[in-house]
């Protein structure tokens, strides 16, 4: 069984940076795509990101282009989302996970269950 720990979080000003990382166990990491998902309060959870199990594709929704960069270390079993520039409007708690689907210019979820995820807060 998967199972996903996001961190990273926190309370920043309006263009700080921030790592998240999510350390997947309980499967074959190298097996999967991982994707990054957020949801600001009063909102849907949208798709922010999403990197193939072979590194070779990401994807990034077009609001955090530019800004934000997903990657992963098979070694440590990790994917990590690094976020420049922040804003306001990324304030949310982020949530990965690995039913994922993702191209780069496509991101599918079947997602059956969620995590706690890792609250970002930005201010202005």
């Known amino acids: 069984e998967v199972q996903l720990v996001e961190s990273g979080g926190g309370l920043v000003q309006a263009g700080a940076s921030l790592r998240l990382s999510c350390a997947v166990s309980g499967v074959t990491f190298d097996d999967y795509a991982v994707g990054w998902f957020r949801q600001a309060p009063g909102k849907e959870r949208e798709g922010v990101s999403c990197i193939s199990k072979t590194v070779n594709t990401t994807y990034i929704m077009d609001s955090v282009k530019g800004r934000f960069t997903i990657s992963r270390d098979n070694a440590k079993n990790t994917v990590y989302l690094q976020m420049n520039s922040l804003k306001p409007e990324d304030t949310a708690v982020y949530y990965c996970?690995?039913?994922?689907?993702?191209?780069?210019?496509?991101?599918?979820?079947?997602?059956?269950?969620w995590g706690q995820g890792t609250q970002v807060t930005v201010s202005s």
């Open positions: 996970s690995t039913e994922v689907a993702c191209g780069s210019t496509w991101f599918s979820e079947f997602v059956k269950s």
